[in-house]
Nanobody, 126 residues
Framework: QVQLIESGGGLVQTGGSLRLSCAAA????????MAWFRQIPGKEREFVAA????????KYADSVKGRFTISRDNAQNTMYLQMNSLKPEDTAVYYC???????????????????WGQGTQVTVSS
C-alpha cells in the first residue's frame, strides 16, 4: 500500500520558520515528481512548490518564492519544505503529493498528482 506521511506542522509566530517532511512508505519516492499543496477551509487546494524526480528542477508559487524551499532526499525516501519568514496568510493544511505520470520536469496541476498525504496543519499567528 502506497502512503505519503507528512509531519512538521504546528503553530508559529509571524516571521518564524517550520520544516515540513513527507515520508514515502510502500513505494520509491524517486519514481515520482513531488509537490506541496495547501488548502484553507472553503477554498480550492493550491499549488505551493514542486520538485522533479532528479531534484534539478523546482518551481514555486509566486506567494512563497524566496521564502520557501523544496527539497528531496531520494535515498531517505523523504521530501521537505523549509518555510521561512512565515506570514498569517500561509496558514493552511499542507499536503504532499506524488505524480507518477510526470516523467520529466514538474507540474503545478493538481489533477496530475495521483498520491496524496493526509495533510499537516500550519498556523501562523499575527
Amino acid at each position: 500500500q502506497v502512503q505519503l506521511i507528512e509531519s512538521g506542522g504546528g503553530l508559529v509566530q509571524t516571521g518564524g520558520s517550520l520544516r515540513l517532511s513527507c515520508a514515502a512508505a510502500g513505494h520509491i519516492l524517486s519514481s515520482k515528481a513531488m509537490a506541496w499543496f495547501r488548502q484553507i477551509p472553503g477554498k480550492e487546494r493550491e499549488f505551493v512548490a514542486a520538485i522533479s524526480r532528479s531534484r534539478i528542477i523546482t518551481k514555486y508559487a509566486d506567494s512563497v518564492k524566496g521564502r520557501f524551499t523544496i527539497s528531496r532526499d531520494n535515498a531517505q525516501n523523504t521530501m521537505y519544505l523549509q518555510m521561512n519568514s512565515l506570514k498569517p496568510e500561509d496558514t493552511a493544511v499542507y499536503y504532499c503529493a506524488g505524480s507518477t505520470s510526470t516523467v520529466m520536469g514538474v507540474t503545478t496541476t493538481l489533477r496530475d498528482y495521483d498520491y496524496w498525504g493526509q495533510g499537516t496543519q500550519v498556523t501562523v499567528s499575527s
